[in-house]
Nanobody, 117 residues
Framework: QVQLVESGGGLVQAGGSLRLSCAAS????????MVWFRQAPGKEREFVAS????????GYAESVKGRFTISRDNANDTVYLQMNGLKPDDTAVYYCAINRFGKYDYWGRGTQVTVSS
C-alpha cells in the first residue's frame, strides 16, 4: 500500500508562489504517472498537472499552463508542483495521486492552498 503525503500548502497573496511536494512511501515505477488534482469548495475535483515517472512527460490543465510546473525527483520518489502567479481561483485542496494502468490507485490526504485577493 503506497502512501502519499502532500506538503507545502498555505496562505499566499494573489501573484505569489507556492511549491507543493508529494512524497511516496515506496519506490515508484517507470510506468506510473503522478498527478495533481485540486478541489475547491462546492466544486468538482479537477485535474491540474501530471508527469510520467519514467520519461517525465508532462501535461497541464489550460487554467494553469504557463504558471504551474510539475517536476519529479526519482531518487526520492517525490513529485513537486511549483505554482507561480497564483490567483484567488487557485484556492483549493490539492491532492496528488498515482495513475497505474489508467487507474488512480493511491491518493494523498491533500494540502490546502488559499490565495487572497
Amino acid at each position: 500500500q503506497v502512501q502519499l503525503v502532500e506538503s507545502g500548502g498555505g496562505l499566499v497573496q494573489a501573484g505569489g508562489s507556492l511549491r507543493l511536494s508529494c512524497a511516496a512511501s515506496e519506490r515508484l515505477f517507470a510506468n506510473y504517472a503522478m498527478v495533481w488534482f485540486r478541489q475547491a469548495p462546492g466544486k468538482e475535483r479537477e485535474f491540474v498537472a501530471s508527469i510520467t515517472w519514467g520519461v517525465g512527460t508532462t501535461g497541464y490543465a489550460e487554467s494553469v499552463k504557463g504558471r504551474f510546473t510539475i517536476s519529479r525527483d526519482n531518487a526520492n520518489d517525490t513529485v513537486y508542483l511549483q505554482m507561480n502567479g497564483l490567483k484567488p481561483d487557485d484556492t483549493a485542496v490539492y491532492y496528488c495521486a498515482i495513475n497505474r494502468f489508467g487507474k488512480y490507485d493511491y491518493w494523498g490526504r491533500g494540502t490546502q492552498v488559499t490565495v487572497s485577493s
